[in-house]
């Protein structure tokens, strides 16, 4: 079971949403609000959970490819399918060879925008891959049709 921490900036019905599709969850603002992100990156990173925030400061080189951070957008925070689409991030992201642990996901409103660590160590380096929603969409409707 994939744990995750959601950041206070994250709509306290996404917590009972991803409850429901079976995620161990815990939602900043039921320890405090306000902590500082350095603390919440912290204990994400120490209760080895996903991170799940609206912040744009968490892009920062500072946080990202430590852990998995899925950082949803302004847009995407309105739309009525978040925690399905976080859902399917986490359950597919394997599928493109993509370590969810050493990425940074956003969520935009059409697309999944993934930067990622693509090997280890001194020949580490950073690549992307852009899943549009629309192609997936696609994808999910002919299967059902079969």
Request: charged residues 40%; hydrophobic residues 35%; aromatic residues 8%.
């Amino acid at each position: 079971m994939n744990k995750l921490l959601l950041d206070e900036n994250v709509a306290i019905r996404i917590k009972g949403e991803l409850i429901q599709l079976g995620y161990d969850v815990f939602h900043i603002n039921d320890a405090e609000k306000g902590i500082p992100d350095e603390e919440v990156f912290n204990k994400a990173l120490e209760e080895q959970r996903i991170l799940i925030t609206g912040d744009d400061d968490f892009k920062a080189l500072k946080f990202k490819y430590k852990m998995a951070i899925i950082w949803v957008t302004p847009k995407a925070r309105f739309c009525e399918d978040v925690s399905e689409r976080i859902d399917w991030i986490i359950k597919n992201i394997e599928k493109y060879n993509i370590d969810i642990n050493k990425s940074f996901i956003s969520i935009k409103s059409d697309k999944y925008c993934i930067q990622y660590r693509k090997k280890k160590g001194v020949l580490s380096r950073i690549a992307e891959k852009e899943i549009e929603l629309s192609k997936i969409k696609k994808k999910k409707t002919r299967t059902s049709k079969n």
